[in-house]
């Protein structure tokens, strides 16, 4: 019936205003019907500016003022100890059918300004920041190193504190210590390498505890059996725990990230076995326990270092004789891909394990070496340029290495870069005269960065 009564009223409507007016209305309609479909079709959205698709990225998967507020008001009993925005955003993603509600989650903390670009943490912008500074470096004394604490030197220009890490594609969140330990509740977190990162591990210890004395904190290294070895002048490591969250932060030396041990352990001038295609054997230890693994290498690559450590290199359990292996840069290339493979065999039977492998922080030695006159003096930040816009790592042995593997690359070389105004410089006070340190970073300063990427990869 209704059929009926259209095509009397159409029939009506051609006689009285003829067959041009309903041509005009047919593709009146058809216009609109197209708009309406116009923001689903993919032409529209590559005509689309990367602006308005943040926009609308954003509007749909973030939680709007009304879920959060419900999250901030449950009583923290009734939450769970997981991130509660977190599993809130979760739910409501899920509700509307968005698939892969973890990996949305994930992005939560950085959000890619480019809709369909991931965040790449290595290239983008040193910025002013004005925010106050996570730590102080006269205070923090129950971390950090005196010897790294430039503030308590005679350096008077600290404006290298001044300025935060953009990265291209993303926001990385601000670092909050009590946020950060809520998110590592009952983990462990090692970093294992030389003395930067060993530089990286007190810096986040000042980040989390915001440089402020803990007598809460415990010292734990026992349990993984750190402390001072036989004839060593410093301790092969620190772990600490936090015990509101059960939260466990350390740090093993491990130079060369290789497996080393006296070859004739009775002498006590005996030589050690390098071995170039094992890992640590703190790490083969107590991988098992681990939640994340902070990995860097580098600076003790070289035969000065070598031969003061009295380490023979060793491949397959045997001394190795291949010259050309033997060269440093074939033996540094043969470690960091043999243990990178090996915590990628480990990360399927840890299903909690993360592993990220730090490239190497540059060194900053002008008009010569360390022990040649090689200084920093430099006070002004970014003289060198304030922008890496570069795709590659400026680390292509650590880069290499990682490929392929489960294990991140944490690529912090290029961003340090351009960073030397960051250094002790000749302002260390345990340096002979003459000596600067352009290899180290004041702290607070460069490595604190550092731990806002691994936060933000984390």
Not at 21 to 29: D, M, P, R, V
Not at 100 to 124: F, K, M, Q, S, W
């Amino acid at each position: 019936m209704k059929n009926d009564n259209f095509r009397r009223f159409w029939g009506k409507l051609n006689k009285t205003l003829g067959r041009r007016f309903s041509f005009t209305l047919a593709f009146l309609i058809l216009v609109t019907i197209f708009l309406w479909s116009w923001e689903d079709k993919p032409l529209a959205k590559s005509l689309t500016s990367p602006e308005e698709q943040f926009v609308r990225h954003t509007s749909e998967i973030l939680i709007d003022d009304s879920v959060a507020s419900s999250v901030l008001m449950e009583p923290r009993e009734h939450r769970s100890v997981e991130n509660s925005d977190s599993e809130e955003a979760k739910d409501t993603i899920e509700e509307h059918g968005i698939d892969d509600a973890d990996n949305v989650i994930g992005n939560l903390t950085a959000i890619p300004t480019n809709r369909g670009e991931a965040c790449n943490y290595a290239r983008g912008t040193w910025v002013t920041d004005n925010r106050q500074i996570l730590y102080s470096g006269s205070g923090c004394k129950q971390w950090l190193s005196e010897m790294w604490a430039c503030r308590l030197t005679q350096r008077t220009d600290f404006s290298y504190e001044g300025y935060r890490w953009q990265p291209e594609n993303c926001d990385m969140p601000e670092f909050e210590g009590s946020k950060f330990l809520e998110k590592m509740r009952g983990k462990i977190l090692s970093f294992v390498g030389d003395s930067l990162g060993r530089q990286q591990f007190q810096s986040l210890m000042c980040m989390i505890t915001g440089g402020l004395d803990n007598p809460e904190v415990e010292d734990v290294g026992y349990s993984y059996g750190l402390g001072i070895p036989p004839g060593a002048v410093r301790p092969n490591g620190w772990a600490y725990l936090f015990p509101i969250t059960n939260t466990t932060i350390l740090y093993y030396w491990s130079a060369s990230l290789c497996g080393i041990e006296p070859i004739n352990a009775t002498d006590p001038d005996t030589e050690y076995a390098m071995h170039l295609d094992r890992p640590p054997g703190f790490l083969q230890t107590f991988i098992d326990q681990f939640n994340v693994v902070v990995l860097n290498t580098g600076h003790h690559w070289n035969r000065g270092k070598v031969n003061a450590n009295r380490w023979v290199m060793y491949v397959n359990g045997k001394p190795l004789h291949d010259r050309k292996l033997a060269q440093i840069g074939n033996a540094k290339n043969l470690t960091v891909h043999s243990i990178a493979r090996w915590l990628d065999s480990q990360i399927p039977m840890h299903p909690d394990l993360k592993v990220f492998f730090r490239t190497i922080s540059p060194r900053h030695f002008f008009h010569g070496e360390w022990n040649s006159g090689g200084s920093c003096d430099n006070t002004i930040p970014l003289t060198r340029g304030s922008e890496v816009r570069q795709h590659e790592s400026s680390d292509p042995v650590i880069a290499e290495a990682v490929k392929g593997t489960k294990v991140s690359l944490l690529d912090i070389t290029a961003l340090s870069e351009l960073r030397d105004e960051g250094h002790i410089s000749h302002y260390s006070i345990k340096a002979s005269e003459g000596i600067n340190d352009c290899l180290h970073w004041c702290l607070p300063g460069i490595p604190d960065t550092w731990n806002e990427i691994l936060c933000a990869q984390l």
